[in-house]
C-alpha cells in the first residue's frame, strides 16, 4: 500500500501546491473566483481515476490558455481557480461535470440535507475561507500520509517496540492470565469520574468509571510486553479482568464502589455465571446506580447476545452505555435501535479539523438522541470540552476533567478558608 | 426448577426424571381437585435460532425467581426450551409481571410481538386447569410434549457425543503452537473457491468474482483435530490473521494469467495495511480491478479509523472492497452506506423467508436501496427459494452452494 507513497514522499502533493499557490494568490486576489466541486462525495465505482481525469479533462481549454490552475485532490476533489471574466464558461463546465455523474446521489440527492456538489467562492470576499480551507485539505493529506506510512514502516513498528515493550503473543497471555487468576488487583482499580461542567467549567460529578488500570497492570506484572499489541489478544484479556472486577464489585470490602459508578464488562460475562452470581449479590436499589459499558467490538460478533444481554441488564435496573466510539463509529451506528442509555464518544482531534460537516453531524446525532447521554470521554485538554460543549454534549470525563476538580476542590477549600477567617 | 443448567440436565437424566414427566405427575395429581389451579405455557421453542441458546433461556428461567419463591408456583423447563409454569391461587396481575420480563428479554424476535388487535400472542398461552375443557386440552398438549422429549433425548445423547467430537476449546495456551503448525503446514492444497454470480433476468449468469479461501474445518483436520476453533471469537480472530499471511504467500507465487478472472480474497484490515499484502500488490499488478477484497464487520467497528484508511489505499489502486460478514438483522442496527464499500455480503438465513414480517423485509428494501442494489451480493444461498426471495427484493449478485451448482450449469453452456 506504501508503493506509491513512496513515491509521493519527495514530491510536493497538490494539496501542498494549492496551499503554496492560494497564499501567492493573496496578491491579486481581486479579479479571482474558486471553485470547489466534491467529487470525493461520489460513490467508490463513480470516483474511479479514469472518472476524475475526465473530470478535470473539462478544464483543460482554460487550463492551457492561462485563464485558471486547477488542482486534483488525494480525496478526488476538484478546485479550480479562475479570472473573473470566465465564470460563464467554467459555470457550463460543471455543469458538464454535473451531467457526467447525473446517476450519482451526490448529483440526484442535492439539496435535500445533502453537501452540494460544488461550492463556489470569490477569492477577494471569501479569502480567509478558502485559506482556512485549503490549510485543512493539506493538514489531512499529511496526516494521512503519515498515519498510512506509519503503518507499514518496519522503523516505526520498532520504535513502538522500544517504546511500548514487546507485543503481546499467546504465551504471554497464557501465563498473564494465569497469575491474574491468584493476584490482587485491587491496588490497581483507578476511578475516574464523568461529570457536567458548566459555561465557567466548573465540574459536576455524575458518576465515576471503576477499572482495572491496564498501565499499572504492565508495570507490576509484566514489565515490557505492550499488552494491546493485538487487539483480539487484548480482547481475550478482558474478559479475565471482566471477572476479577466483578468479584471484587461483589466483595465490597476490597474496593469501595460509592454512588453511581459504572465499569466494563464483556457481553460474554454478563451471560456467564459469574455475572449471575454477582448479581444475585447486590441489592435491587444499588443496580439502578449501576453503568455497564459495553464496548462496540462486542456487539456485531453476535449481535443476538448483545441485544439479550442488554434487555438483560435493563430489565434488572442497571443503566448500559457504549464505550469507545470514534466519530465514524457514532455516525453508523444507530443508537437509539441499539437502545443503549448511554454512549461515549472518544476525544480526538480530528473532531475540529473535520471543520462545519463534523460539527454539524454531531450536533444533529446529539440532538436526535435526546435523552440518551453521551459522554465525551478522554479530555485530556480544554479544547476537548469546548469543542464537546458547541455540539450540546453535557458529560465529560479524562484527564482534562480530573484537573478541574482538583482545581475546584482547592477553589472550594480557599472559600471555606475565607469565610472562616470573616467570621473570626 | 431454577436451578442453573436444568434444561439441560432434564434432557441427560433418565427419562422418568424429565422434566416432561414431573409435569404430566403433577397435572394427575391436580385432577383430583383442580380449585385454584393454572397453567401458563411459555413457547421458546418458537423463538429464532440464534435467540435460543442455553444461556438466554437460562437468564429467562430466572426470571421467574420472585414468583417461585413466594407463591404456589412451579416452573418446568422442557426439552424444547418450552416453560410451563403451574400456579395456584396467584394473581393474574402478578404472573403477568414476570411473564413480561421474560418477553421483554426476547423483545426482538418475532415470538414476543403483542399483535395490535390482541387476539394472538404467540409468546404464551394460558389455561384454566380447574375448567374441564383447558384441562384436557393442556395435558394432551403435555403429552404430546412428553413424548416429543423422548425423542429429543436420544437426539441430544447423539448431540453431546458430537459436542465432545469438537474437542478443546481455543485457549492462550495452546494457541501458540496451533499458531506455529498453521505458519509451517502445507496449505495450498486447501484453498477453495466460490463463485460469486450475477444472474440476469433472462436466466443468464455473469461470474463476478470466485472468493478463494481456505476452509477453517480442513485445517483443524489437518493440524488439531482435538481443538474447537470456534469456542472463542477473539482467539479465533487471532488465527485468521496468520491464516492472511498464508493465502497472501500463496495467491502471490501464483502466476496470474493476464487479464485473470476475477478473485476475492477475505482478510484482516491489520493485513491489508501490512508488507505481505505489498508483496501481494506486486504481483497484481495493473490488474487490481480484478480483485475483490473482503474485510469482516467486526473488523471494521474494532477500529474503523484504520478501515478508512485501507478502503482508500485499496480504492486508489483500483481495488474493490467488500464488508463481509452482516446480515438482515445488523443492518438495523447500522448504517454501511457511511462505509462506502464497492460490495455489501449479506447472509441469506431461511429465518429470512419465514419471517413474512412486512417492517423486516421493507426495512431491508430501504437499506439495499441506500446502498445501490448493484452494491448488495447475497450470501450463504443453498436454494433456489433464496434466489428467488433475493430477486424479488432488486437484488442480482448471489454467492453460496445453490450458487457454485448453478455456476457449473452455466459454465457447461446451458441455459438456466
Request: proline letters at 3%.
Amino acid at each position: 500500500m506504501a508503493l506509491a507513497v513512496e513515491n509521493q514522499r519527495n514530491l510536493p502533493s497538490q494539496e501542498n501546491l494549492l496551499l503554496d499557490y492560494i497564499h501567492r494568490l493573496e496578491s491579486h486576489k481581486q479579479d479571482r473566483k474558486v471553485v470547489h466541486i466534491h467529487l470525493s462525495g461520489l460513490r467508490p465505482f463513480n470516483r474511479r481515476d479514469q472518472h476524475i481525469r475526465t473530470a478535470a479533462g473539462n478544464f483543460d481549454p482554460l487550463v492551457s490558455e492561462l485563464h485558471g490552475q486547477i488542482f486534483t485532490l488525494k480525496n478526488s476533489d476538484i478546485i479550480f481557480v479562475f479570472k473573473k471574466e470566465f465564470l460563464p464558461e467554467t459555470e457550463t463546465i460543471v455543469q458538464k461535470i454535473r451531467f457526467l455523474f447525473s446517476d450519482d446521489p451526490l448529483v440526484t440527492d442535492e439539496g435535500e440535507n445533502r453537501p452540494s456538489f460544488a461550492t463556489w467562492y470569490d477569492a477577494d470576499a471569501d479569502f480567509d475561507t478558502i485559506l482556512g480551507l485549503v490549510q485543512n485539505l493539506a493538514q489531512a493529506e499529511q496526516k494521512r500520509q503519515s498515519v498510512v506510512r506509519a503503518r507499514m514502516d518496519a522503523r516505526a513498528a520498532l520504535k513502538a517496540k522500544q517504546e511500548q515493550g514487546e507485543p503481546m503473543n499467546p504465551d504471554v497471555l497464557a501465563r498473564l492470565e494465569a497469575a491474574l487468576v491468584r493476584a490482587d488487583l485491587s491496588n490497581l482499580v483507578r476511578r475516574q469520574f464523568i461529570c457536567s461542567v458548566d459555561s465557567k467549567m466548573i465540574p459536576t460529578q455524575e458518576f465515576s468509571e471503576l477499572f482495572i488500570s491496564i498501565k499499572d497492570l504492565r508495570e507490576t506484572i509484566l514489565p515490557g510486553v505492550n499488552v494491546t499489541a493485538n487487539r483480539w489478544l487484548f480482547q481475550h484479556l478482558t474478559e479475565t479482568l471482566d471477572r476479577r472486577m466483578l468479584s471484587m464489585l461483589t466483595k465490597t470490602d476490597s474496593i469501595s464502589i460509592s454512588g453511581e459508578i459504572s465499569f466494563n464488562v464483556n457481553i460474554a460475562t454478563i451471560l456467564s455465571k459469574e455475572f449471575q452470581t454477582f448479581d444475585d449479590n447486590i441489592s435491587a436499589s444499588r443496580r439502578g446506580s449501576m453503568i455497564i459499558e459495553l464496548q462496540k467490538e462486542d456487539l456485531f460478533i453476535n449481535l443476538a447476545s448483545y441485544l439479550f444481554a442488554r434487555e438483560f441488564l435493563q430489565e434488572k435496573g442497571y443503566r448500559v452505555l457504549l464505550d469507545g466510539l470514534s466519530l465514524e463509529a457514532i455516525q453508523m451506528i444507530n443508537l437509539d435501535r441499539l437502545g443503549v442509555d448511554m454512549c461515549k464518544l472518544v476525544w480526538h482531534p480530528d473532531l475540529v479539523d473535520g471543520g462545519d460537516a463534523v460539527h454539524e453531524s454531531l450536533s444533529r446525532l446529539v440532538r436526535q438522541l435526546d435523552t440518551r447521554t453521551v459522554v465525551m470521554c478522554r479530555c485530556d485538554n480544554r479544547e476537548a470540552v469546548d469543542f464537546g460543549r458547541s455540539v450540546g454534549i453535557t458529560h465529560y470525563q479524562g484527564r482534562y476533567v480530573e484537573n478541574l476538580i482538583a482545581e475546584d476542590g482547592r477553589r472550594r477549600e480557599l472559600l471555606r478558608l475565607k469565610r472562616r477567617i470573616e467570621r473570626n | 426448577m431454577a436451578e442453573w443448567g436444568s434444561t439441560s440436565t432434564s434432557t441427560t437424566a433418565g427419562f422418568s426424571n424429565s422434566e416432561e414427566s414431573l409435569l404430566l405427575d403433577r397435572l394427575k395429581r391436580i385432577e383430583s381437585n383442580p380449585a385454584g389451579y393454572f397453567a401458563v405455557h411459555i413457547h421458546l421453542s418458537g423463538l429464532r435460532a440464534n435467540n435460543k441458546q442455553p444461556h438466554f433461556i437460562q437468564i429467562a428461567v430466572r426470571t421467574f425467581d420472585p414468583l417461585l419463591e413466594s407463591n404456589d408456583a412451579t416452573l418446568f423447563s422442557l426439552t424444547n426450551l418450552d416453560l410451563v409454569l403451574v400456579c395456584r391461587n396467584i394473581a393474574v396481575d402478578d404472573v403477568d409481571q414476570v411473564v413480561d420480563r421474560a418477553r421483554a428479554l426476547f423483545s426482538e424476535d418475532p415470538l414476543a410481538e403483542i399483535d395490535d388487535s390482541g387476539f394472538e400472542d404467540n409468546f404464551i398461552t394460558w389455561y384454566d386447569l380447574s375448567s374441564t375443557e383447558d384441562f384436557a386440552t393442556f395435558f394432551s398438549i403435555s403429552a404430546g410434549l412428553s413424548l416429543e422429549a423422548e425423542r429429543a433425548a436420544e437426539e441430544a445423547a447423539r448431540a453431546s457425543a458430537r459436542q465432545q467430537a469438537k474437542g478443546e476449546p481455543l485457549a492462550p495456551s495452546n494457541l501458540s503452537e496451533l499458531n506455529k503448525k498453521l505458519m509451517s503446514m502445507r496449505i495450498a492444497d486447501l484453498i477453495q473457491q466460490q463463485t460469486c454470480l450475477l444472474v440476469r433476468s433472462g436466466g443468464d449468469g455473469e461470474v463476478v468474482f470466485r472468493e478463494h479461501f481456505i476452509s477453517m474445518g480442513k485445517i483443524r483436520e489437518r493440524i488439531a483435530p482435538d481443538t474447537d476453533f470456534f469456542a472463542n471469537p477473539w482467539l479465533f480472530q487471532y488465527l485468521t490473521e496468520s491464516l492472511d499471511r498464508r493465502l497472501l504467500g500463496v495467491l502471490s507465487e501464483r502466476e496470474f494469467e493476464d487479464p485473470f478472472e476475477p478473485i476475492s480474497i477475505n482478510l484482516n484490515i491489520s493485513t491489508v495495511l501490512s508488507r505481505d499484502f505489498q508483496r501481494f500488490h506486486r504481483v497484481v499488478g495493473e490488474n487490481s480491478e480484478r480483485v475483490v477484497i473482503e474485510m469482516q464487520v467486526i473488523d471494521v467497528f474494532a477500529d474503523p479509523k484504520s478501515f478508512g484508511y485501507a478502503r482508500d489505499s485499496l480504492q486508489e489502486r483500483g481495488y474493490r472492497v467488500l464488508i463481509d460478514g452482516l446480515d438482515p438483522q445488523s443492518l438495523q442496527f447500522f448504517d454501511p452506506t457511511i462505509l462506502r464499500s464497492d460490495f455489501l455480503k449479506i447472509s441469506w438465513s431461511s429465518a429470512l423467508q419465514d419471517d413474512g414480517s412486512d417492517d423486516r423485509e421493507s426495512e431491508i428494501r430501504n437499506v439495499i436501496a441506500s446502498v445501490g442494489k448493484n452494491s448488495v451480493i447475497l450470501a450463504r444461498v443453498d436454494t433456489e427459494k433464496a434466489v428467488k426471495w433475493g430477486l424479488a427484493l432488486g437484488i442480482s449478485r448471489f454467492q453460496g452452494f445453490f450458487i457454485d451448482r448453478l455456476a457449473e450449469v452455466i459454465g457447461s453452456g446451458k441455459r438456466l
